[in-house]
Structures are given as C-alpha cells and as structure tokens.
C-alpha cells in the first residue's frame, strides 16, 4: 500500500544539493506527497507536502511533476546532519493521520 | 510549542505480560495515530484516534489496542507479549484538518524477552 518507488540509497557531498526522486504513478487526484526523514532510532521528521504546486520551507523544496506522477525533494545545501532516511509518501486528505510508509531512501552525506 | 511527548522511552518486558504505552499529542491537536517499525517490516500502521474513536486501524491483531482520552491524550496496549512485538512504537499527531502534516514523538523502544 505504499504507493511510491524510491532508490534504496544514495550519496551526497557536503554543501551540494541533494535531489531525492520519488515515483508515484497511481497517485489519485486527491492525494498528497509528503516527505519524512528519519534519524537512526528517531521518530521521523516532517519535511514537506504538496498536491500540485512546487513546494519550499526553510529544509527543502518540492518539486512535482506536472501529471504529478513522480516528485523530487530537493535539499539545497546537504550537511552531515542532513544523513537519514528518506520517505516519500502519499496520503489521500481524508485520511488525515494514516500514512504508508515505504522503504524509504538512505541518504549519505559524506565529507 | 512542545512536541509530541510519548512515555516511557524504554520499556524491557517477559513474553506473555502487558504493556501500555502513553502519547501526548501537540496541544490542539486532536488526531492521534501509532505505528511500529521493525527492521524487518519497517514502518507500520497500528490505528488512528480522533474525538475518543478509533478511526483507522491496521492488519494487527487484536493483542494491539489503544484508546484516546478527552484531552486526546491516547494510550496503545499490547497483552499477551511475543518476541516478535519487540519494535520501536511510534505516535503521530495531527489537528486533523486537510492537507495537514503530522509530527510524531521520539517512540518507545519495547524489548520483550
């Protein structure tokens, strides 16, 4: 039920842009992406949302495709700290706190 | 504003007893969901409380329960403890609203043995 494909892992320098695909072709008109990440053991950590439109907070960018079947996140300037779990998710409006997580993307960012 | 709070955050526990686990969600907020994660299964919904009723509930069996209290304030309970329950236990809150994030708590780490 997870609905997105993402790439199990991958790698970042510090200080260059880390860009995170997802793909989630069946995604419905009235579902959302959403992005977590997880520190080892931590609970996870809201990123960002969006249905339609790019999205851009003080962590990240969202960028959506326009037939929104695949978004990337887009993290501006990649620090150590920024090493984690990614998750993409999709999540429909009416079901306001259920979220299928998949296996989500290992990001490493090295020195 | 303070986060979701959720107590104990380490818990050791035999096989065959209980367990309850608290979560206090972010003040207002009125959604409250749990979730386990296991290295093998990863990150899985148990249930979802709103306004004191069980909203949502995943394909656990019935030893996971849980309840939400007026304060929204919720607790999850697992009886009859495996092995296999050891997990970290996640809660989630939300106000509720369309399009809203949720945030979760640091979890509870449960070890049965």
């Known amino acids: 039920d997870a609905k997105t494909t993402q790439p199990t892992s991958m790698d970042c320098a510090e200080g260059r842009a880390a860009n995170l695909p997802c793909n989630h072709s069946t995604i419905s008109g009235n579902e959302y992406v959403y992005w977590y990440r997880q520190i080892h053991s931590q609970g996870p950590q809201y990123i960002i949302h969006?249905?339609?439109n790019n999205e851009t907070n003080e962590m990240a960018s969202l960028i959506i495709t326009e037939d929104r079947k695949s978004s990337t996140l887009i993290l501006p300037h990649a620090t150590l700290r920024d090493t984690a779990v990614y998750y993409c998710?999709?999540?429909?409006?009416?079901?306001?706190?259920?979220?299928?997580f998949g296996s989500g993307t290992k990001l490493n960012v090295k020195p | 504003k303070a986060g979701v709070t959720q107590t104990p955050r380490y818990l050791i526990k035999t096989r065959g007893q209980q367990v309850t686990l608290s979560c206090s969600p972010i003040?207002?907020?009125?959604?409250v969901s749990w979730y386990q994660q296991t290295p093998g299964q990863g990150l899985q919904f148990l249930f979802e409380y709103f306004s004191e009723t069980q909203r949502n509930k995943g394909n656990f069996p019935g030893r996971f329960s849980g309840r939400q209290f007026s304060n929204s304030r919720s607790e999850m309970n697992v009886s009859t403890l495996e092995l296999g329950d050891s997990a970290l236990y996640l809660c989630?809150?939300?106000?509720?609203?369309?399009?809203?994030?949720?945030?979760f708590g640091q979890g509870t780490r449960l070890t049965v043995v």
């Open positions: 969006g249905l339609k």
């Open positions: 998710i999709v999540r429909p409006s009416y079901n306001f706190n259920k979220f299928y």
């Open positions: 003040s207002g907020h009125r959604s």
């Open positions: 989630a809150s939300s106000l509720d609203l369309d399009g809203t994030e949720a945030f």
